[in-house]
């Protein structure tokens, strides 16, 4: 289980190369979503990239990063209402992603609030438990995935400019979305020291076999599943592949979009640096329709 820290991530492992590559696919459909709709529209705002190449770089492409981060994470995308961007599109920068916070701190206080955005290779309507109660730990649903380690800059950024953060899962058919401030809310109301990474490794290894737990409960009763997952292509005996995650049921969100037009499939490569070739898939195309009870919550939030 591990929390986020300051120090250089290792970008260039194929693992993190394939998510990315999904993941922007992910981002794209939910900024056009948004931009498709008469009230609504989304910027690019957090960094996002795969790193450099060149190891000896990595450092100082991190520094760079968290030099722009200045107020915590910056959420993937920002929203803003339609009249409020119009107004200050003159004032935009071509590209928000590579400009340092102070330059842009007015603009991202007009604001409705910013998105943070996961995705998920699974056609959700036709996952197994879909459409029925949660009753037992493990199932096959929908699940909004939020990473424990991304919280406390998430959670810095909120505070700072008191804006709220939705986190949206796409799937391969329709995506959903939920609010940080319920999750944050929720995870206090049961007594869970989410922010506080010794005390929840404590709480994790107590609740373990737990029928009955505070963690169970939270599942049963919220629909949010604290858990461990692998990431990367490590070891799976290395501690740095292990990472905390909450997974929320779809049905304590929201559902956000559609897609009134299927994405197609292509094969992807990634060469690594010792000339290795490895092929993945990635989404490609697709049309997302924001549905209108995820466009009233973000106009309620002005």
């Known amino acids: 289980m591990t929390t986020r820290k300051n120090n250089a991530p290792k970008f260039r492992n194929s693992g993190f190369a394939i998510r990315w590559h999904q993941g922007r696919w992910a981002e794209e459909k939910v900024y056009e979503s948004i931009n498709s709709t008469g009230t609504l529209v989304a910027l690019y705002y957090g960094r996002s990239g795969v790193g450099p190449s060149d190891k000896s770089k990595v450092s100082e492409y991190w520094q760079e990063y968290k030099s722009i981060e200045k107020y915590g994470k910056r959420p993937d995308i920002l929203v803003f209402k339609r ?5 200050l599109k003159n004032e935009l920068p071509e590209d928000l992603t590579v400009v340092p916070e102070d330059d842009i701190e007015d603009i991202v206080k007009k604001s409705l609030g910013g998105i943070e955005v996961e995705m998920s ?4 309507s036709k996952m197994p438990d879909y459409g029925k109660p949660i009753t037992k730990k493990n199932m096959t649903l929908p699940t ?3 990473k424990v380690e991304d919280l406390p800059g998430l959670v810095q950024w909120k505070e700072h400019y008191n804006k709220p953060i939705y986190s949206v899962q796409v799937f391969l058919d329709q995506a959903f979305m939920v609010s940080f401030d319920w999750v944050l809310d929720t995870l206090n109301n049961y007594g869970v020291p989410i922010l506080n990474d010794t005390k929840l490794r404590e709480l994790f290894q107590r609740e373990k076999g737990k029928r009955n737990g505070v963690l169970s409960q939270l599942w049963k009763n919220k629909g949010i599943l604290l858990t461990v997952q692998k990431y990367g292509d490590r070891p799976a005996d290395s501690s740095e592949s292990l990472k905390a995650v909450l997974r929320v049921a779809y049905s304590s969100g929201v559902k956000f979009g559609v897609f009134t037009k299927k994405p197609q499939f292509k094969a992807g490569i990634i060469e690594q640096s010792n000339g ?3 092929p993945f898939v990635k989404p490609v ?5 924001m549905t209108e009870e995820a466009e009233k919550v973000f106009l309620g939030c002005g």
């Open 121 to 124: 290779m699974w056609i959700s």
């Open 285 to 289: 195309g697709g049309i997302l329709k």
């Open 276 to 278: 290795q070739i490895i």
């Open 144 to 146: 909004i995935w939020i």
């Open 83 to 87: 009249e409020v961007y119009e107004d």
